[in-house]
C-alpha cells in the first residue's frame, strides 16, 4: 500500500460560462527569454484569434496555431490553421517532432495545412525566425487524434509531461455514449467524472512520475481509455505580504463607469496613465481613455511601487533595477510565451517577488496571468475563489479590464475542460515582496 496516492478526491461539473493548476513553475522559467515580446497574456476573451497590436508589442513576430484548441479531439487526417507575423522570416511546423511540409500564407499572414498522423497525443509546435536565424516565437499545443465514429475519451488537462502540483485539477472530454470517466494514477482510482468535468485530487506522494489513464464507460463497460504521464511536486508556502493590501487600495481608485475601455488595439501600452520611473517613461498610454489587461496590473504595481518607495523613504530604485531593467520586467509582465506566465517570471527573475502555487496560499491583491482553453490569456488581480457547495474551488472574482465590464472592473469566470473556460493546467499566481524581503539578483 506504500505507493497508493489516495488522500481524497472531488469532483464536479462546471459549465461553459465564460471562460487553473499550475503548468510547471520550474520548467516555464526554463523558457528562453529571447522569445519575441508578443502581449498574447492578454488576448481579448470575445475572439481568441484576434492578435496583439499594442505598442511596441508586434503581432508583426508572432506565430500562432488558430486550430485546432489546446487539448482538443481530432480526427485524422485534420488540419492546422496557423497565423505568420510579417516580420517573421521563416517558420516551421512539427507534429511529434516531425515536420510538416507544404506551409504558405496568404497577404494577411493566414494558412493552412493537412496533417495525418495515427491515433493518439500528439504535441503540435510552430517556431518562427527572423532573418538571423534568432528565434522569435513559439507556439505548441496537445492534442488527441482518435476515431471520431467510435468511441473516445480525452484527457484535457493537465497535458502530458506536465509538473503540478495539488491538489491535480483533471479534465476529460468524451463522446456521446460514455456516460462516465474514471481516473486513475499508477493503477489506483482517483474517482469517477461526467464528461465535460473536473476531478480534483490530491496526491500524498509527490516528487515522482506518475502514469494517469482515464478509462470512459459506457453501461458500465470500458470502451475508451486515454493516458499521460506527469509529475506532481510539493508546494511551498507563501508568506503573507503587506504590498497586496496596497495594489487593493488603488484598485479602489479606479472607476468602473466605463471611463477607461478595453481596448487591445490601443497604440500604447494598456495603461491608463504613463507610469515613469527614474524619470522616465517605461509604459506609455495609449490615445484616448482605453486600457488592456497586463498594461492595468503593471500600471498598479508600479503605483504601487512609487507609493511604498516614498512612504518607507526608499532611493526611488525598485530593487536597484535601471530604465533598461524596468523595461525588460515589463515584457516579461507582458508574458513572453504562450501558455506561460507573466509577473511570477519577472519577480523571480529580479528577486521581487514569488509564485504561489498552493492555492491555498492566494490572497487578494495576488496578480494572477491565467489562459483559456481556446488559447486567450488574461491578466488580472485576484480578489477570492469561487466555490461549489461542496467548498471545491470552480472559479475566481478578479479585478482587471474586459469587455464584458466595459472597461475597468470585477468579474468571473469558471474552470472547466473546453472552449472558453480557463485552463487549470496554465494558472499562475504570484506575490509581491515588501522591499525588506527583496534579494538581490
Known amino acids: 500500500m506504500q505507493n497508493q496516492p489516495l488522500r481524497s478526491a472531488r469532483s464536479f461539473r462546471v459549465g461553459y ?10 520548467s516555464q522559467y526554463l523558457v528562453p527569454l529571447a522569445l519575441c515580446l508578443n502581449l498574447l497574456g492578454c488576448t481579448p476573451e470575445a475572439d481568441p484569434k484576434t492578435p496583439s497590436t499594442a505598442g511596441a508589442f508586434d503581432p508583426r513576430a508572432t506565430v500562432r496555431i488558430d486550430a485546432p484548441a489546446n487539448g482538443a479531439t481530432v480526427e485524422p487526417p485534420f488540419v492546422v490553421e496557423y497565423t505568420i507575423g510579417p516580420d517573421v522570416d521563416h517558420y516551421a511546423l512539427t507534429v511529434s517532432g516531425a515536420p510538416i511540409e507544404g506551409l504558405s500564407v496568404d497577404a494577411r499572414g493566414e494558412g493552412s495545412v493537412e496533417v495525418d498522423v495515427g491515433y493518439g497525443r500528439h504535441r503540435v509546435l510552430l517556431e518562427g525566425w527572423d532573418d538571423d536565424g534568432d528565434a522569435l516565437n513559439r507556439h505548441q499545443l496537445d492534442i488527441n487524434a482518435a476515431d471520431l465514429t467510435g468511441p473516445w475519451v480525452t484527457i484535457t488537462t493537465p497535458v502530458t509531461g506536465a509538473v503540478v502540483t495539488n ?35 490530491e496526491f500524498e506522494g509527490t516528487g515522482y512520475e506518475r502514469s494517469i489513464v482515464a478509462h470512459g464507460f459506457s453501461d458500465g463497460s470500458i470502451v475508451a481509455s486515454d493516458s499521460i504521464q506527469i509529475a506532481v511536486e510539493a508546494d511551498e508556502a507563501v508568506d503573507s505580504s503587506d504590498w497586496n493590501a496596497v495594489m487593493l487600495d488603488l484598485i479602489e481608485t479606479y472607476p468602473d463607469d466605463g471611463s477607461f475601455t478595453y481596448d487591445w488595439t490601443d497604440a500604447g501600452h494598456g495603461t491608463t496613465m504613463d507610469i515613469y520611473y527614474d524619470g522616465e517613461v517605461v509604459a506609455e498610454a495609449g490615445p484616448g481613455a482605453t486600457c488592456f489587461c497586463c498594461g492595468l496590473t503593471f500600471e498598479v504595481y508600479m503605483r504601487s ?46 528577486g521581487l ?65 473546453g472552449g472558453s473556460d480557463m485552463d487549470p493546467a496554465y494558472f499562475y499566481a504570484s506575490r509581491a515582496w515588501m522591499p525588506s524581503d527583496w534579494i538581490a539578483w
Open 17 to 26: 460560462s465564460s471562460n487553473i493548476m499550475k503548468r510547471s513553475v520550474v
Open 167 to 201: 491538489p491535480v485539477r483533471f479534465g476529460v472530454e468524451a463522446s456521446d455514449g460514455i456516460d462516465s470517466v474514471e481516473i486513475l494514477a499508477d493503477g489506483w482510482s482517483l474517482g469517477v467524472v461526467e464528461p465535460a468535468g473536473l476531478l480534483t485530487y
Open 305 to 350: 511601487f512609487a507609493q511604498l518607495d516614498e512612504e518607507l523613504g526608499g532611493d526611488g530604485l525598485l530593487n536597484g533595477m535601471s530604465v533598461g531593467d524596468v523595461l525588460d520586467f515589463r515584457r516579461d509582465w507582458f508574458v513572453r510565451d504562450l501558455w506561460g506566465d507573466g509577473p511570477g517570471v519577472g519577480f523571480v527573475h529580479y
Open 353 to 417: 517577488g514569488e509564485p504561489v502555487t498552493d492555492w491555498s496560499d492566494m490572497r487578494a491583491g495576488d496578480p494572477v496571468q491565467f489562459w483559456r482553453f481556446s488559447g486567450s490569456g488574461h491578466s488580472v488581480i485576484f480578489i477570492d475563489w469561487v466555490t461549489d457547495a461542496d467548498d471545491v474551488i470552480v472559479g475566481l472574482d478578479y479585478w482587471s479590464t474586459q469587455r464584458s465590464t466595459d472597461g475597468i472592473g470585477f468579474s468571473r469566470e469558471y474552470f472547466g475542460t
